[in-house]
């Protein structure tokens, strides 16, 4: 029994490895497309794709799972803290280095794990503690004290970022809740049919005509970020969210060959 959890621990991990690095291909290119495009815009194009992809693998029956859920509000809650988070970390990603940007959200793994032990009655080694503790060391260098103090580096665009940190942390805990009660698809059929919604309503009355390139791109963030959030929401099935809050910061090696 322990070798089974073991690997699927291990398993969780390697899951979320893959997961990470697909999230920061997909931040690299949203922070791309958002210096010529409105935020909004590029999230409307990415939920379209991904609630595509999830109604193509699902047809009606994640469809009737959804209506049937019992857990639906909580998920639309998530749903929403999730937009939020969203906006304001792609609000910020034109005036900071991706890099620094990045390694600014990598104070949610901490908050995640602060809350895990509390809302989730999870037991975090010293080890853990210890890899978390190291990364918020590099968090606090990336915040560039100098820079915020000599006003080169702005404060707002810092405060978003890590706004943005603490909503994914509370979003990281409720999708380990909530996968105890529904799978993948409905979760991200559900929170992607949400942004679409909100999105497009405003995407349609502040539309900017994309280059073809930039067409390109808007419809390979649908399918990077669909990669990411099943492979997400396998990993956090199986490992604890003390220990994806580690493997987390794998992103940072990706970040900064990306940056």
Request: hydrophobic fraction near 60%.
């Given at each position: 029994?322990?070798?089974?959890?073991?690997?699927?621990?291990?398993?969780?991990?390697?899951?979320?490895?893959?997961?990470?690095?697909?999230?920061?291909?997909?931040?690299?290119?949203?922070?791309?497309?958002?210096?010529?495009?409105?935020?909004?815009?590029?999230?409307?194009?990415?939920?379209?794709?991904?609630?595509?992809?999830?109604?193509?693998?699902?047809?009606?029956?994640?469809?009737?799972?959804?209506?049937?859920?019992?857990?639906?509000?909580?998920?639309?809650?998530?749903?929403?803290?999730?937009?939020?988070?969203?906006?304001?970390?792609?609000?910020?990603?034109?005036?900071?280095?991706?890099?620094?940007?990045?390694?600014?959200?990598?104070?949610?793994?901490?908050?995640?794990?602060?809350?895990?032990?509390?809302?989730?009655?999870?037991?975090?080694?010293?080890?853990?503690?210890?890899?978390?503790?190291?990364?918020?060391?590099?968090?606090?260098?990336?915040?560039?004290?100098?820079?915020?103090?000599?006003?080169?580096?702005?404060?707002?665009?810092?405060?978003?970022?890590?706004?943005?940190?603490?909503?994914?942390?509370?979003?990281?805990?409720?999708?380990?809740?909530?996968?105890?009660?529904?799978?993948?698809?409905?979760?991200?059929?559900?929170?992607?049919?949400?942004?679409?919604?909100?999105?497009?309503?405003?995407?349609?009355?502040?539309?900017?005509?994309?280059?073809?390139?930039?067409?390109?791109?808007?419809?390979?963030?649908?399918a990077i970020g669909a990669g990411g959030q099943l492979f997400q929401f396998a990993a956090i099935r199986r490992a604890p969210v003390a220990v994806m809050a580690v493997v987390e910061y794998s992103g940072l090696i990706w970040a900064f060959a990306l940056g």
């Amino acid at each position: 029994e322990i070798e089974m959890r073991s690997n699927s621990v291990l398993a969780g991990m390697l899951l979320g490895v893959a997961a990470y690095a697909l999230f920061a291909l997909n931040d690299a290119t949203n922070k791309y497309l958002v210096t010529s495009l409105p935020v909004a815009q590029a999230l409307f194009f990415r939920s379209l794709t991904i609630s595509l992809g999830c109604l193509v693998a699902g047809r009606g029956q994640v469809v009737a799972a959804i209506v049937a859920s019992q857990v639906r509000t909580r998920m639309l809650v998530r749903a929403v803290i999730t937009l939020v988070a969203w906006l304001c970390y792609f609000s910020a990603a034109p005036l900071l280095p991706f890099a620094q940007m990045m390694t600014l959200y990598f104070a949610s793994p901490i908050i995640t794990t602060l809350l895990a032990t509390r809302l989730l009655d999870e037991r975090v080694s010293a080890v853990r503690w210890a890899s978390i503790f190291l990364g918020f060391a590099g968090v606090v260098v990336a915040a560039d004290p100098r820079g915020l103090l000599a006003g080169v580096t702005p404060a707002w665009a810092i405060g978003l970022v890590m706004a943005a940190a603490v909503l994914w942390a509370h979003a990281a805990i409720m999708m380990r809740q909530i996968a105890r009660h529904e799978g993948a698809l409905v979760q991200m059929l559900l929170q992607n049919g949400f942004f679409l919604v909100v999105t497009g309503v405003w995407t349609a009355f502040h539309w900017v005509a994309p280059s073809p390139l930039e067409l390109v791109l808007l419809i390979a963030i649908g399918a990077i970020g669909a990669g990411g959030q099943l492979f997400q929401f396998a990993a956090i099935r199986r490992a604890p969210v003390a220990v994806m809050a580690v493997v987390e910061y794998s992103g940072l090696i990706w970040a900064f060959a990306l940056g």
